[in-house]
T-cell receptor, first 119, second 112 residues
Framework: NAGVMQNPRHLVRRRGQEARLRCSPM?????VYWYRQLPEEGLKFMVY????????ESGMPKERFSAEFPKEGPSILRIQQVVRGDSAAYFC?????????????????FGAGSRLTVL | KQEVTQIPAALSVPEGENLVLNCSFT??????LQWFRQDPGKGLTSLLL?????REQTSGRLNASLDKSSGRSTLYIAASQPGDSATYLC???????????FGAGTTVTVRA
């Protein structure tokens, strides 16, 4: 089991370009969560997706950011017209089902992250 | 809104000393609390998870305690080793929710 796979691990973009970050959840996991870690800060929730559905995007900036999790293929976090403030580590996590239930065993597995640097 | 604070932000100890890392949270209505380890440029590794009904969890040299009513958790690492050098993150999960609230972490350096 390869775990949660994220790529690219490092991405450099100039202001105004687009960034696409990909996340393949663990085998058997159908729920994906994206978190962002700004320098010197804790991870902050961005969005929760299931296959072909955005369940909760309350933590995602209203403009320039979008996420998808298609029926086939990885989940993608897309940032359009990047600005320097978008420089951060973006982490993806997956679970076999919603972890809001009573099962304590259903915790998130995190990927290694994608580090975006905007010049 | 849940606020998670970790003190100290950084810690440097000689090899062999015991480590004590603190985490506090403002809303005691939590489902569980989790400690993670983050190595530079790497992902998060889950170390210990404590359910809200539990007082502590142990794994090898690691022991985590939880005092839900006072909003505190402590991670103890016994007999520290240079390989323990990393950033340790505390995360709480609210009751009935899936969104984790993370602290900013404590960066630990164990000197050989």
């Amino acid at each position: 089991n390869a775990g949660v796979m994220q790529n690219p691990r490092h991405l450099v973009r100039r202001r105004g370009q687009e960034a696409r970050l990909r996340c393949s959840p663990m085998k058997g996991h159908s729920h994906v969560y994206w978190y962002r870690q700004l320098p010197e800060e804790g991870l902050k929730f961005m969005v929760y997706l299931q296959k072909e559905n955005i369940i909760d995007e309350s933590g995602m900036p209203k403009e320039r950011f979008s996420a998808e999790f298609p029926k086939e293929g990885p989940s993608i976090l897309r940032i359009q017209q990047v600005v320097r403030g978008d420089s951060a580590a973006y982490f993806c996590a997956s679970s076999p089902r919603n972890t809001g239930g009573d099962s304590g065993a259903n915790v998130l597995t995190f990927g290694a992250g994608s580090r975006l640097t905007v010049l | 809104k849940q606020e998670v604070t970790q003190i100290p932000a950084a810690l440097s100890v000689p090899e062999g000393e015991n480590l004590v890392l603190n985490c506090s949270f403002t809303d005691s209505a939590i489902y569980n609390l989790q400690w993670f380890r983050q190595d530079p440029g790497k992902g998060l590794t889950s170390l210990l998870l404590i359910q809200s009904s539990q007082r502590e969890q142990t794994s090898g040299r690691l022991n985590a305690s939880l005092d839900k009513s006072s909003g505190r958790s402590t991670l103890y690492i016994a007999a520290s080793q240079p390989g323990d050098s990393a950033t340790y993150l505390c995360a709480v999960r609210p009751e009935g929710d899936y969104k984790l609230s993370f602290g900013a972490g404590t960066t630990v350096t164990v000197r050989a």
